[in-house]
Structures are given as structure tokens and as C-alpha cells.
């Protein structure tokens, strides 16, 4: 139920728990299953916690290391993606206090550099910087996860321990907003 | 741009954007996996296969530790020969910790006994009460004859246990009106003997004397014997004359040496006495023929009490006459004393009885009338005996031939007596024929 929503993940989550097992043996093959199943979610929650796709690819290396390093601490309860975002969430913030330290530039700088470097679609490009941008936080973990990776509300609701209700009027605000920014970009 | 097509993009920027670092991880872990195998996994599983070690070798030493502890010590090794065979492992409180018949005789007399943890006293007196119920110690039978030995490496101990056996037989025997010969032995448990005792099921205490016997007597052939019973051995020590003195000690099993039917002679030879009848309480003397061994000489505490010896004989006080008697009619071959009822010349450990009729001068080395002597006896331990009346000349002194009444010996005669009335050392010992 913690994995991606789409058809195949139904089977798929059923198998998390024994992966997580498999990986805790050392099964460098059920490590990569795990990954398959897992980047883009992580990925999707990375960028909408940081909004640089540099820092969120960094993040994510780290946040699979971690996973490979603890995963003898992980306590089967049915909600392994959880544990991961867990993992992911205290990594990110960890950075970013790092750089609030160093008072570094503004990820708003890099945000720019997700649609030159990687994303070759201008409107795929333009959409993604408009949601990093216009959207908050909450907002962005909210509609990426639902949007982009096809978790239900309720799903969202349970992984990022956010009230339903919240989760739903957060998003309904969230997308208005974001249609709107990129209606207006777009001219 | 509709929401929907907003969302596509959205939803095909985020999964082209999405880096794929699996490579770069798994070159991470691989390092990482292998510190964390060289760095967890193999001190424990060191750990776990020494403490493994180390249990099982505990336990190991555990196992056998126990076991040694529940094993029965043998400490002796007691066997008891009539014609049944019966061998008692003893443990050091005396227990029997095993037991085994070593003929079918044997095996009748231990029908339906459990001697194990029993103590060794109460399985002997099991054991004779057994042989005496099932016929195999006549309580008519003059010719009754045990032989028991013990082996043990202390002589002290083995010692100990032979007197309580012997003690205990002799009870049983007393308890179920029989009697007989003990043999006595202390066996030394030799591979020989180990061996000769395996090969003829024997007892290794009946090897020991079988080895003893055909040591003596180069004729006899220590296999043969070995198949004869002790009562067989016995008689065949009787014919050949055999000393057993260095062999086994000798014991009646009755307080009464008259009614013994095995006694042994001053050589400790076993013979064989007359079969006991009733007794005469005053008169009647005791008379075996005089010992004629040569290493043994009354004692001087004794008085010469042979009657027309030409010596003034000896009175002792009718209390000082012996218990046990030779019965009347066997008085003719019987050892013969003084009429009045003196005792025997002799010392305490080998008393001489004189024939009746018997005169003349005594040897001055054994004390026995010349006549019986003639001159055989060894003449050992320089002790010298008066010539006319047969004591200790340090008894004598000289006395008899200047006073008429000898030297008071009646009081030390009837000590003497008294001191062993059932022993067989008590007695001359000789052949009743």
C-alpha cells in the first residue's frame, strides 16, 4: 500500500516486506528490486523537499546507502516506503540546515537547471519549476506523490502522517495554484 | 492548458528527472557489505564456533566424569571355593558391587540371589547358607573344606577382609550345625594366575592355590588340579604330603578342634580327622600322634605330661582339662595325654601330644620323644629342650631331674589351652589314622 500506485505495484507491495528480508541478507539482487520499485518515489519526495534535482539526486545515493546500512533495524510493520521517506526526510533536512549554515545560494537558483539539464520536454520543464516554485512544501510532497507517482490521498495521508481532510484541500488548493502559475507562463 | 494535461507533464518531468544512482550505490555497498561482513560476521561466527568448542569439550569432560563417578570402585576381589565357584567384587565400603558364578554349581547356589549392593558379610552368609541348603556343605560331611581368598593390594586390608569372612562363615556354618575346613589366602593377581583362573572358568583365588599346589609338587599339573574341587585338592594335599604353609592359612570352622574334620598338622598340612562322635568329658584323652614337625616346639609353658616317661608328670586341675576331646573310641589313634588329664607339651602355636606309651628321652630341639623325632626335626631356632622332660631347658632348668614334681606346669598349660581350646593350633595335629 506504500508503494506506487500503479497496476503492478499491488503485487509488489506485497512482496516489500520480504524484500526488505532479502535485503537485510545481503541479496544484492532484492536490493535492486527495491530500488527499481522505490527511486521515483523517493526521488519525487527528495525534489519536493529540497526542489534541486542535483541535491536530490545526492540525497537519494545517500538515502539508499542508509537503507542498505540500517535495513537490519527495520522492523516489518507493513510500511517499508514510510521507513524509507523517514530515512530520505532526515537526510534532506540535514542538508538543509548544512546549507542554511553555510548561508550557500538558493536552491531557487538550481531549480532552474531541472528543465535545462535533464527534462527535454519545455512544458514538462516549465510545469515541474512552476510546481517547485508556486507551491509550498506540504503542497509539493502532496502533489507529486499523487500526481507523479499515482499514490492514493489516503496513501499520502498515512506516508506523510498528514490528515486526510488536509491532504485533500491542500492538493485541490495546490493544483488551482499550479494551473494557474502555468497558465500564466505560459501565456 | 487543461489540469490534465498539466498533471501529464508534471508527472513526465518528475520520472525523466529521476536520476538512477543504482550503479553508484551498489559500488558504495559492495565495499560497504564487505567491511560489514569482515567486520560483524566473522567475529561472531569465530566467536560462536569457540564457544562451541568449548561446550561441547565441557560437556565431553562432563559426560565422562559422570560416568567415572558412577561406576563401582572394586577395590577387592573375594572368591569363595568349595566346588561352587563364586567371585565377589568388593568395593571399598565392602560392597559387593559384582558377583559372577563360575560353574553351574555356582550358578544353583546363586539361583534367585541378588547379592549387588549388599554387604560382603551378608553375601557370604547368603552364599554358605545357599551351599548348605542345596547340599553342597554336609553338615554329616567330615570333609567340608572352603577356600577363601582375597585380593587385594594392601595386605592390611585383605587381611581385614579375610578375618571377617571367616568370621562370617564360620558364624553360617555354626548357625547350620556344619562344619568344615577354611582355607585362607591372600592371592596376588598375576597374569598367570589371571589367565589360568580365564582359561578353566575358575575363580582367580582357586588358580592362585592351583598354582601354589603345582608349584610345590613338580608331579602335579596346575590344569589338571584346576578341575578338581577343593575338597579333591584338599585330599590330594593329603597324599602328597604337600605343605601348605607357605600357601593358604588354615582355619576350622568349628570352636572345637576335635570335631573338626580337617586339621592341620604341624606342617599345615591338611589332613583329615575322624568323623567326630560323642565326646568324653573327663577322661578320655585326646590322642593324635605326635607332630613330627620339626620347625615347631612345645613350649615351655607346657609340662611334659607323658606318663611312664620316667618324669613325674605334670597334675593339672581338672578345670585345666580341654574342652574338646578325642572320642573314645578313636582315643587309640588319637593324640593321648596324660590320664590325669594334663595337657600336651607344647608352646602355644604347636602343642605336642604324646602317644600314650610313648617313653624315653625327648629331643632337645622339638621336645618330642625321640622315638617320634628321630632326629628329623630341624632343629631351628636354637631353642633346646630339655632331653628328660621336654620342656624349654629355661623352663626346665634342670628341675626334673633333681625334684620329683615338675615345674608348675599346669597353670601355664591350661592357659595355654585356654587361650585357644578351638584353635588348631591348639592341638597337635596329625593324621587320626
Known amino acids: 500500500m ?55 539526486e545526492d540525497l537519494m545515493q545517500d538515502t539508499y546507502l542508509s ?25 534532506a533536512y540535514m542538508e538543509l540546515r548544512r546549507v542554511q549554515k553555510q548561508e550557500t545560494s538558493d536552491f531557487s537558483d538550481e531549480e532552474n537547471q531541472i528543465g535545462v539539464d535533464v527534462i527535454s520536454s519545455t512544458v514538462d520543464n516549465l510545469v515541474l519549476r512552476k510546481a517547485l516554485e508556486v507551491l509550498n512544501e506540504q503542497e509539493r510532497k502532496i502533489v507529486l506523490l499523487h500526481v507523479t507517482q499515482g499514490f492514493k490521498f489516503r496513501e499520502v495521508s ?18 488551482k495554484k499550479l494551473h494557474k502559475a502555468v497558465n500564466e507562463s505560459s501565456g | 492548458m487543461t489540469r490534465k494535461e498539466m498533471k501529464q507533464s508534471l508527472k513526465n518531468a518528475v520520472l525523466t528527472a529521476t536520476p538512477d544512482v543504482l550503479g553508484e550505490i551498489l559500488a558504495v555497498q559492495n565495499d560497504y557489505a564487505v567491511v560489514e561482513f569482515k567486520k560483524e560476521s566473522k567475529p561472531k561466527s569465530h566467536i560462536s564456533f569457540r564457544m562451541a568448542s568449548c561446550a561441547i569439550a565441557a560437556a565431553f569432560m562432563l559426560i565422562i566424569g559422570i560416568f567415572y563417578m558412577v561406576q563401582p570402585t572394586v577395590d577387592s576381589i573375594v572368591s569363595i571355593d568349595v566346588n561352587p565357584g563364586i567371585e565377589l567384587s568388593v568395593d571399598p565400603q565392602d560392597t559387593v558391587v559384582k558377583y559372577r558364578a563360575l560353574n553351574e554349581d555356582a550358578v544353583k547356589v546363586l539361583d534367585g ?7 560382603l558379610g551378608v553375601a557370604t552368609d547368603e552364599i ?56 585362607q589366602q591372600n592371592e596376588s593377581l598375576t597374569d598367570d594366575v589371571k589367565s589360568l583362573a580365564k582359561e578353566n572358568n575358575i575363580s582367580v583365588g582357586k588358580a592362585d592355590f592351583v598354582k601354589k599346589l603345582a608349584a610345590t609338587d613338580e608331579s602335579l599339573n596346575a590344569q589338571d588340579l584346576a578341575a578338581m574341587s577343593i575338597k579333591e585338592l584338599t585330599s590330594l594335599v593329603d597324599i602328597h604330603q604337600i605343605e601348605l604353609s607357605g600357601v593358604v592359612t588354615t582355619e576350622p570352622s568349628s570352636e572345637d578342634p576335635v570335631d573338626n574334620d580337617f586339621v592341620s598338622d604341624g606342617d599345615d598340612n591338611i589332613v583329615k580327622d575322624p568323623p567326630p562322635s560323642e565326646p568324653e568329658p573327663d577322661n578320655s584323652s585326646s590322642n593324635p600322634s605326635p607332630d613330627k614337625k620339626p620347625d615347631k616346639k612345645p613350649s615351655g609353658d607346657n609340662d611334659d605330661t607323658v606318663k611312664d616317661s620316667g618324669i613325674p608328670p605334670v597334675t593339672p586341675p581338672e578345670s585345666s582339662e580341654p574342652a574338646e576331646e578325642e572320642p573314645s573310641e578313636n582315643s587309640s589313634s588319637a593324640v593321648t595325654s596324660d590320664p590325669t588329664g594334663a595337657p600336651p607339651i607344647g608352646d602355644p602355636d604347636q602343642n605336642v601330644l604324646i602317644e600314650e606309651g610313648d617313653i624315653g628321652p625327648y629331643c632337645e630341639y622339638c621336645g618330642n620323644l625321640l622315638s617320634i623325632c628321630e632326629g628329623k626335626c630341624d632343629q631351628s631356632e636354637g631353642k633346646q629342650f630339655c632331653q628328660n622332660c621336654g620342656q624349654l631347658l629355661s623352663v626346665c632348668n634342670g628341675a626334673c631331674t633333681e625334684a620329683v614334681e615338675p615345674v608348675q606346669p599346669s597353670s601355664a598349660a591350661e592357659g595355654n589351652l585356654g587361650k585357644n581350646p578351638g584353635s588348631i593350633e591348639g592341638a597337635v595335629m596329625q593324621k587320626g589314622t
Open chain 1, 158 to 175: 498515512s506516508l506523510l502522517t498528514i490528515p486526510l481532510g488536509t491532504v485533500l484541500s491542500c492538493y485541490n488548493r495546490a493544483i
Open chain 2, 128 to 183: 554358605i547358607d545357599s551351599m548348605v541348603q542345596k547340599g553342597y556343605l554336609s553338615p554329616e560331611s567330615p570333609e567340608n573344606t572352603i577356600l577363601i581368598s582375597v585380593a587385594n593390594d594392601d595386605a592390611q586390608k585383605a587381611q581385614r577382609l579375610q578375618n571377617k569372612l571367616t568370621t562370617s562363615v564360620d558364624n553360617t556354618l555354626k548357625r547350620n550345625n556344619a562344619k568344615a575346613t577354611i582355607l
Open chain 2, 113 to 119: 540371589m541378588n547379592l549387588q549392593g549388599t554387604e
Open chain 1, 67 to 91: 537503507v542498505r546500512k540500517s535495513i537490519q533495524h527495520y522492523i516489518p510493520q507493513g510500511k517499508p516506503l514510510a521507513w524509507i521517506f523517514t530515512i530520505a526526510k532526515n537526510l
Open chain 1, 2 to 56: 506504500l508503494v506506487p500506485g500503479n497496476r503492478d505495484n499491488r503485487k509488489k507491495e506485497q512482496l516489500t516486506d520480504t524484500l526488505m528480508r532479502e535485503v537485510a541478507n545481503g541479496d544484492r539482487t532484492a536490493f535492486e528490486e527495491l530500488y527499481r520499485m522505490t527511486q521515483n518515489s523517493v526521488y519525487c519526495y527528495l525534489l519536493s523537499i529540497v526542489k534541486s534535482h542535483s541535491t536530490a
